[in-house]
């Protein structure tokens, strides 16, 4: 037999063609889907700031939960739309979340601070936010302890202590609507300062809890948690603040605004994401740092940019922010409908709503055990009548603290999920829970603090 000289693809290489010619085919059906994906979403955020907006002048549904009902009502159509087979737009990542949506966050919370209340209430709002931390987490970490076993969820200690962290990290965004910075300025400075440094906190609680052996619990364990704890404050504290000097100092000496607004511009952008992630490479808490990067380049570097720069940056910074942590909710709404979790929980009707009522009722008492009694402290060392908490303000920033925000979601998803997906029974429970308990006390929040504001 000779060789077909007139013929030289061979069966091999037909073989080799048809199957490049089927990945390309997928691939370009993965890319119309993905496209498509992104499309909806793009009109979903849309949708949830026209309606946001519709809503903002009664001020009884905020974004964070109009972003919420609307994605809940999106994941029930793709889930109808599917015959139950999905609900999701866009498949959960992890590093989306920490490295993509938290920083604009949290930087843009520390850089619209106004930092003269801030500092002026600085020991109440550390009071609050950092060992307030502490008490919430240990009663609700203690509560889910006791309780949860004799339901028949079998957690380790980590997941434990993540939950005592997860429940204590808050979002003051409903009470916010309705306060107004000008009419009452400290409560307005607490409510905001103790929500960011909680965020803050919690972070760097969960980062410590993380990284510690925790087989069993025991003194030593828990010394070594404190001062894993203090340490990653410190450190994070620290290196945001250099990042943010030293911002100032490049932008004033090398006069980069006298030549191109638009590199002012991007190292006001970059600089902070450069802290973030100097951060978590050297294992520190980015949450953290960016925070008081984003202070000290408001103070400092914001001063040293021209007027155009300013007005652009404090806008651009504020709108990233938005859109964060809308797309946040958003994707929270439709992931509740996640039938693969609901089914993976194994638990009652009855047991599922045990779970949610505890972790509810810990957070109220956790709440209630350091707010009172820190803001009786807080007034014993500040004597002065425009720095006294009154009880009715106590009143508010307890009630502020009972929603869980965009912080307490990815750390949720962090510790019970991987890439959107849960493996474990007791995990899927934890999550679905976590959807039951978030924003639950939100409209009652904000019409409570209305009322107490009002009168």
Not at 136 to 162: E, N
Not at 291 to 310: A, K, Q
Not at 317 to 323: C, H, K, M, P, W
Request: charged letters at 15%; proline letters at 2%; a neutral charge.
């Amino acid at each position: 037999m000779g060789l077909d000289l007139c013929n030289p693809i061979t069966t091999a290489n037909k073989t080799m063609l048809a199957g490049s010619m089927i990945s390309r085919v997928l691939m370009e059906r993965e890319g119309d889907e993905l496209v498509r994906a992104i499309s909806l979403t793009v009109t979903l955020l849309l949708l949830c700031m026209f309606i946001g907006h519709l809503l903002h002048t009664n001020k009884w549904m905020n974004e964070s939960l109009t972003s919420l009902v609307l994605g809940v009502c999106t994941g029930l159509m793709v889930f109808i739309s599917s015959k139950g087979q999905n609900s999701h737009i866009l498949q959960f990542d992890e590093d989306l979340f920490f490295y993509y949506l938290l920083p604009p966050i949290i930087f843009n919370a520390g850089f619209q601070v106004k930092k003269k209340q801030f500092f002026q209430n600085f020991i109440a709002i550390m009071l609050y936010g950092v060992i307030g931390v502490f008490i919430s987490f240990t009663i609700i970490t203690f509560t889910c302890k006791w309780i949860f076993p004799k339901l028949g969820l079998s957690l380790s200690y980590k997941d434990f202590l993540a939950l005592g962290v997860i429940f204590s990290a808050t979002d003051s965004v409903c009470t916010l609507q309705v306060l107004h910075q000008d009419e009452t300025p400290l409560l307005y400075s607490l409510v905001f300062g103790e929500g960011v440094m909680n965020d803050a906190a919690s972070v760097v609680l969960f980062n410590a809890i993380q990284r510690l052996n925790l087989s069993e619990m025991d003194a030593v364990q828990v010394l070594l948690l404190v001062g894993k704890f203090f340490y990653l404050f410190f450190t994070s504290t620290v290196l945001g603040i250099s990042v943010g000097l030293l911002s100032a100092f490049l932008i004033k000496r090398l006069y980069v605004g006298r030549h191109s607004t638009d590199r002012e511009i991007a190292i006001m952008i970059l600089m902070p994401y450069l802290s973030y992630m100097l951060a978590e490479l050297a294992m520190l808490s980015g949450i953290l740092t960016v925070f008081f990067c984003g202070i000290v380049m408001s103070h400092y570097t914001w001063h040293n940019v021209t007027e155009s720069s300013r007005i652009t940056t404090r806008h651009t910074f504020a709108t990233l922010s938005f859109i964060a942590e809308t797309f946040i909710f958003l994707y929270v709404g439709m992931d509740a409908l996640d039938k693969d979790k609901w089914k993976m929980t194994h638990v009652s009707h009855v047991t599922s709503i045990t779970l949610s009522s505890t972790l509810l009722m810990s957070v109220i008492v956790g709440r209630a055990a350091f707010v009172f009694p820190l803001s009786g402290f807080s007034n014993l060392v500040r004597r002065t009548a425009l720095t006294r908490i009154s009880f009715r303000h106590q009143l508010i920033i307890w009630w502020a603290g009972l929603m869980r925000g965009a912080v307490s979601i990815a750390l949720a998803y962090n510790q019970f999920s991987s890439s959107g997906v849960t493996i474990m029974p007791e995990h899927a429970a934890m999550i679905t829970s976590f959807w039951n308990v978030d924003q639950a006390p939100c409209g009652m929040g904000s019409a409570s603090s209305r009322e107490a504001i009002s009168n």
